[in-house]
């Protein structure tokens, strides 16, 4: 993930090491991104967790990071991780920075997306939140998207968009645009004619994938932007109207909490530790109460807080209705509601609180009796249409001795997700496709959907009822290195791939030939070797695949190279055993004949000239050469007393000859003069026959 948001709890050192047990005790029921006071031994398992993730994604050092998360500990600040992705678009890459007001730590946008250029805002009103400083704009494209891939499949998310112009570009004239979550539109971005109008954008959502693209997508008014982008993960037991056809739509104005002081602009993180926005609301027809005490949600549920459920309204007169009303911005919408309640005074025996709740024409079956500082919710049962100024009306009944009260409201539009993704595995290869190989083409957001968006080199079949698939790859001339993507072989609708005049090397993949319909596959012009796989040969054979393997150098497009391969295996298995035995019966005959020749005692007749001894060389073993002494030919003695000892049993190139009497060894003779050479074998040994001299 970009970044991690970090929740903080004030608490001394002394309380942490006594409750240091009894927090290791409620370790298992503590789930990430969980309420606040995370157990100690957690929150170091998620504290190492924030800096390897921020570290990953930001590329700044660990070391860094950690001394980031040590300050806020020793500020008095326990930082743990709540798996929040936190983007502060346009902000100078490598540059992360916390929140001082919610201790979220928010990262730059380098990581997420490959196009648009960086601006700082123009017009900074007083107090501005850090994210509204700079912003992200898009001047070229029609579409550009974020890709969310740290997400999870078939789990629920909040994603929020903010937007703050500020005269960046200094024409003062805000633009329009489209803004997409996926391959469905979410809703059109415009603005109020002050540039400097900050406004966010909210979204509930199911990954239908292990990714989420957010897009921006160009509308010919303007140059679309954004200045930051969360998301935040939910509990998939909340929200029963979201699924993976319908996504919940916010307005501005709500979630709202009732009755809460207006001191405070909004209730967000830490307080509210899913990073929910509540804003208050107030109304000359209610009158607002508190409690001190902290209320809790059934079966551990994470929302609302109990902040916000620690305040409620009422009718101003305690009449027997309570309203709460909104307006449409067309009859075309639909609605989806979720009230909340609890009773924040302690009631007598006598004492009963008890209404009944409608909302349009859709009202809830029984009527409500709130439990004591315990949240109650409802939903309408029906969405809410055909209206443009909607009431929920919540009416005491006949039993009740007091009026009805409300905390907290919710009211989301209703998105049908009409438009099919791309098929989820070839999307996945594409996407890894464009990891592997670091494709620079304006590869983002769905690669099939919406069809006028389509990715550079792509051809889709759309006009399936299912989802649309990947039926041509072109990646000609793109400066492709490396071996051929293993990824390639989950698109299994294609039928026709292109790599050539890149500098792929290695082997021509099996898988290629196992692609059902691919007719049609062009590897020309790289660097592989090996051999073309048979079954890809045998479709080219029977005409079902057109393939073109031209200009590798180093492979092999005949279909006789395997069985070629195999033979010259079969050769050599076979030849170097045979070879090795009959190099060993060569050894054995030698070595047989000189233990034989060790038994002779051969003697040569030399004369000693000088100092040298001159005589027909013969190569013989030195303890049975023997030597004349000088002057007589009669009396000799054995050659080694004329020669030097020496570790090794001979040594040549016009060095004396020196020769070691002990050895085994039968030396052959190279005598420095040698005026011919004879293949006349003495005694089973090559010899020469012309006078020689032997230094001694």
């Known amino acids: ?34 309420r606040i006071g995370e157990p100690s031994s957690s929150r170091m398992r998620l504290c190492q967790e924030f800096v390897e993730i921020v570290s990953r994604h930001v590329g700044s050092d660990q070391d860094d990071v950690m001394n980031l998360v040590r300050l806020l500990d020793e500020s008095g600040m326990v930082v743990v991780l709540a798996c929040f992705i936190s983007i502060d ?81 200094g024409k003062n004239s805000t633009p329009e645009f489209d803004l997409y979550i996926g391959v469905n539109l979410w809703r059109d971005i415009n603005f109020l004619e002050e540039s400097d109008d900050a406004d966010y954008r909210e979204i509930i959502t199911v990954a239908t994938m292990n990714y989420i693209s957010i897009c921006l997508v160009d509308t010919g008014s303007g140059t679309p932007f954004i200045s930051a982008l969360e998301l935040r993960p939910l509990n998939n037991s909340m929200y029963g109207g979201v699924n993976e056809s319908q996504s919940l739509r916010s307005p501005s104005w709500s979630p709202i909490d009732l009755g809460g002081s207006s001191d405070n602009a909004e209730i967000r993180y830490p307080t509210e530790p899913l990073d929910l926005i509540w804003n208050f609301e107030h109304s000359a027809d209610w009158r607002a109460f508190n409690t001190s005490e902290k209320v809790t949600n059934k079966n551990g549920a ?55 709740v409608c909302c349009g024409d859709s009202c809830y079956g029984d009527p409500v009796r709130p439990e004591y500082l315990v949240t109650t919710t409802i939903q309408t049962p029906q969405p809410l249409s055909g209206q443009e100024n909607y009431s929920c009306l919540i009416k005491k009944t006949p039993s009740s001795t007091l009026p009805p009260i409300l905390n907290a ?29 670091k494709v620079t083409r304006n590869w983002m957001g769905d690669p099939c959907v919406p069809v006028t968006y389509v990715w550079e080199g792509l051809t889709c079949n759309g006009n399936l009822s299912d989802s649309p698939t990947i039926v041509s790859l072109n990646l000609s001339s793109t400066r492709l290195k490396g071996e051929i993507a293993a990824s390639l072989a989950n698109l299994t609708s294609i039928q026709s791939l292109d790599l050539s005049w890149n500098k792929l090397t290695g082997l ?15 590897l020309s012009g790289n660097r592989l070797s090996g051999f073309v796989p048979s079954n890809l040969l045998e479709k080219s054979k029977k005409g079902l695949l057109k393939l073109s393997v ?59 000239i000088n100092g040298s001894v001159y005589g027909d060389g013969l190569s013989l073993r030195a303890s049975t050469l023997r030597v004349p002494s000088p002057g007589s030919q009669q009396n000799s003695r054995p050659l080694h007393s004329w020669m030097k000892k020496t570790s090794h049993p001979w040594s040549r190139n016009s060095r004396p000859f020196v020769l070691d009497p002990n050895s085994d060894l039968v030396p052959r003779l190279n005598f420095r003069i040698a005026k011919r050479r004879t293949k006349e074998m003495k005694g089973g040994f090559a010899g020469t026959q012309s006078q020689c001299r032997l230094e001694v």
Not at 5 to 31: A, F, N, W, Y
Not at 129 to 139: A, E, G, K, M, V
Not at 513 to 522: K, V
Request: with cysteine; charged share 30%.
């Open 550 to 608: 031209d200009n590798n150098p180093d492979l092999c497009v005949s279909d006789s190279c395997g069985r070629d391969s195999n033979k010259q295996k079969i050769i050599i298995l076979i030849v170097a055993p045979v070879a090795s035995i009959v190099i060993l019966l060569i050894l054995l005959i030698v070595l047989r004949r000189f233990k034989w020749k060790k038994q002779e005692d051969i003697t040569l007749n030399l004369q000693v």
């Open 89 to 169: 678009c346009g902000r100078a890459e490598d540059s992360i920075y916390i929140d001082p007001n919610t201790g979220i730590a928010y990262a730059p946008d380098a990581k997420f997306i490959q196009t648009g250029v960086n601006k700082d805002v123009a017009s900074i009103p007083k107090d501005l939140l850090q994210i509204y400083r700079n912003l992200r704009s898009f001047p070229k494209g029609g579409r550009n998207c974020y890709d969310l891939r740290d997400v999870k499949k078939g789990n629920k998310y909040l994603i929020r968009a903010y937007f703050m112009y500020g005269n960046y570009d």
């Open 409 to 437: 409201i919710e009211i989301f539009y209703i998105l049908q997700l009409t438009e099919k993704p791309t098929r989820e595995q070839d999307v996945e290869a594409m996407f890894d496709i464009k990891e592997t190989y």
């Open 508 to 522: 021509v993949p099996n898988f290629l030939g196992d692609l059902p319909f691919l007719s049609s596959l062009n």
């Open 302 to 356: 994470l929302e609302p807080p109990s902040t916000v459920m620690m305040t409620a309204v009422r009718p101003v007169d305690n009449s027997d209705v309570l309203y709460y009303n909104w307006t449409g911005a067309d009859d075309s919408l639909q609605f989806h509601v979720y009230l909340h309640f609890a009773e924040l005074e302690l009631l007598g025996p006598d004492v009963v609180r008890e209404f009944n």
């Open 1 to 34: 993930m970009s970044s991690s948001s970090c929740r903080s709890e004030e608490k001394d050192e002394e309380e942490e090491v006594e409750e240091e047990e009894e927090d290791d005790e409620e370790d298992d029921q503590t789930t990430l991104g969980g």
